[in-house]
């Protein structure tokens, strides 16, 4: 079986000396994503706090060759499809357009009693049988391997894994009033759970003769636009660096389950790619729904879930229809949309009061 290894966070970085993907600068992390399909082949692994309180390694992602590391059978639908956090919000809209595909689907929850739930409500709104779900916090190692056992028990293999669980501690605070419980919530549910599902994923993906595709969903902010009073928000508590000084992102560790790094360790069967929603009208976002600024950009620039769902799923089940070998960065709202919106609300009052009044 093939393994994955998270190097210490306690381990001098000297031991990468020759490693190309690892920066020992301690600049802000600057890369950025072009808005074109085609994500930058040229990440940069090593992340380190203005405090070196965190360290990760271009090794965190260490895939070891298996025997179908060099081969793929074709993948066609229809496909396994696997969602964290996929009870509610815009992963239980992709689970039901997944659905509708004639998918086969598999959802998580923290929560047994919305796990249950969502099953129902989803087999009653698409008429399918063939969706399960089962409890995962995606925050330990051990939930996230019983998650894959589950799958494989179901399914036998995952060919879409969406990693879609994310917290904001439903707190619109600014940092500085955040609380460490609310912190520690936030950032170890979006980085260390991204990554722990990334490592479970590719170890279950790079064993599989159709190989596999992994889709990490931004959130507001990550991107590098800002989006203020929204701190915490979705993911921006963990995207926008937690005012350490350095850059500690999702993206840095989206970059890390990259092409290239999956590429280093010969592992040719498994692409990551990246989703963007833009702003969704969940709950995670409405909470947050309290003052003008965040008002007046909910209205402009936000959709509900149903609506983003129905764009993403044909853009990410054409990736393996079409045989795709390249990692893809899908966006709903890109930022000529998003600008082009604005312009229409300042210029002609377009889209006042869809989903709150404004003062």
Not at 24 to 29: A, D, N
Not at 66 to 95: E, F, Q, R
Not at 139 to 155: H, P, S, Y
Request: glycine share 6%.
């Amino acid at each position: 079986m093939a393994e994955m290894s998270v190097t210490n966070t306690t381990a001098s970085l000297q031991s990468f000396p020759k490693s190309p993907l690892c920066s020992l600068s301690t600049t802000k992390f600057n890369s950025s994503y072009h808005p074109s399909a085609i994500v930058s082949p040229i990440p940069r692994f090593c992340l380190i706090s203005k405090y070196n309180s965190f360290r990760f390694s271009a090794a965190v992602v260490k895939a070891a060759s298996s025997p179908h590391a060099n081969t793929k059978d074709p993948m066609l639908p229809p496909y396994n499809v696997l969602i964290t956090g996929g009870s509610k919000g815009i992963g239980y809209a992709l689970a039901k357009e997944f659905l509708k595909a004639g998918d086969n689907v598999l959802i998580c929850s923290r929560s047994d009693e919305r796990v249950v739930s969502a099953l129902d409500r989803l087999r009653v709104e698409t008429g399918k049988q063939h969706v399960w779900g089962t409890k995962c916090d995606v925050r330990e190692g051990d939930d996230v391997k019983n998650l894959v056992a589950f799958a494989k028990e179901k399914l036998k293999y995952i060919d879409i894994w969406i990693n879609n669980a994310g917290s904001n501690a439903y707190s619109f605070k600014p940092l500085a009033e955040a609380s460490d419980e609310d912190l520690i919530q936030v950032v170890t549910t979006n980085t260390l759970g991204l990554m722990i599902c990334c490592r479970e994923a590719i170890n279950l993906m790079q064993n599989q003769p159709r190989g596999g595709h992994i889709f990490n969903i931004d959130g507001a902010g990550s991107d590098g636009r800002p989006t203020p009073r929204f701190d915490p928000s979705e993911f921006e508590i963990s995207c926008r660096s937690l005012n350490f000084g350095e850059c500690i992102s999702i993206k840095c560790i989206q970059e890390v389950t990259s092409e290239a790094e999956l590429e280093m360790q010969d592992v040719k069967n498994v692409l990551v790619h990246n989703l963007s929603p833009g702003m969704v009208t969940t709950d995670l976002l409405m909470s947050g729904a309290n003052t003008k600024q965040a008002k007046f950009f909910i209205n402009v620039l936000a959709e509900p879930a149903d609506v983003v769902a129905e764009y993403l799923v044909p853009n990410i089940r054409s990736i393996p229809t079409n045989g795709s070998t390249k990692a893809t960065y899908i966006r709903f709202l890109t930022g000529l949309k998003a600008y082009s919106q604005i312009f229409s609300r300042i210029a002609f009052g377009a889209r006042r009061n869809r989903y709150v009044l404004e003062d």
